[in-house]
């Protein structure tokens, strides 16, 4: 069974400010893919990431980072810098390699909301 | 098409109506899901299709719901005699490859049911 939390509901900061997003996963799969999501209010899910397991190495791309640390089974995603535009609801989610089940988890979400 | 269009984007159904909800995926996508959203929740799995053959129907409710996807390419999740509880918005989700690396959602059907 795959599980994903994100434990933070809803973050609100001011522009500018730093924020990390939370994601913790549970699965009993030895190889996984990772990815994370922005939901905006228009509704459709953006893809943002996504992250082999047998990869560990840090992502930057512009504002966006990620942290995956497999041994505490983590994959968090800071935005730097943080700006209005990117008030959205951010998913993360967790589906195996292999095994024939290609099925994406995903976590409750959480809501960011960024003000001028 | 340049995304996953899904029709109606809204919908209001009466108790006990049956609904359609119709996903367009990327012209030539192999992989087809549905999701279910609830209000302030993540997306749960309803169903899974590679081309025409559903694989995996596991996330679905009830046998109120049912989906296909005839030639492949249009899926249509139909949804029988409706409930309250099946108010939540309706995701689609499709892949170009049959064993799926990234997935692009359409923007739901919002369907409320009074």
């Known amino acids: 069974a795959q599980k994903v939390t994100q434990a933070q509901t809803e973050i609100s900061v001011v522009e500018k400010e730093d924020v990390t997003l939370d994601c913790v996963y549970e699965t009993r799969d030895t190889t996984y893919y990772l990815f994370w999501y922005k939901q905006p209010p228009s509704g459709e899910l953006v893809f943002l990431i996504r992250?082999?397991?047998?990869?560990?190495q840090n992502e930057i791309s512009g504002r966006y980072s990620w942290n995956f640390q497999k041994s505490t089974s983590s994959f968090n995603f800071t935005i730097t810098a943080s700006q209005v535009v990117d008030s959205a609801v951010y998913f993360c989610a967790l589906r195996p390699a292999s095994g024939g089940s290609y099925i994406p988890t995903f976590g409750r979400g959480t809501s960011l909301i960024v003000h001028p | 098409g340049a995304g996953v269009s899904q029709s109606p984007r809204y919908k209001v159904a009466k108790r006990g109506q049956d609904v359609a909800l119709r996903c367009d995926p990327i012209s030539g996508h192999v992989s087809l899901f549905w999701y279910q959203q609830a209000l302030g929740q993540g997306p749960e799995f309803l169903t899974y299709?590679?081309?025409?053959?559903?694989?995996?129907k596991s996330g679905l409710p009830s046998d109120r719901f049912f989906a296909e996807r005839p030639e492949g390419s249009v899926s249509t999740l139909k949804i029988q005699r409706t409930q309250q509880e099946d108010s939540a918005v309706y995701l689609c989700?499709?892949?170009?490859?049959?064993?799926?690396?990234?997935?692009?959602f359409g923007s739901g059907t919002r369907l409320t049911v009074v």
């Open positions: 989700a499709s892949s170009s490859y049959e064993v799926p690396y990234g997935y692009t």
């Open positions: 992250r082999n397991s047998f990869d560990e």
């Open positions: 299709f590679q081309n025409e053959a559903q694989l995996d």
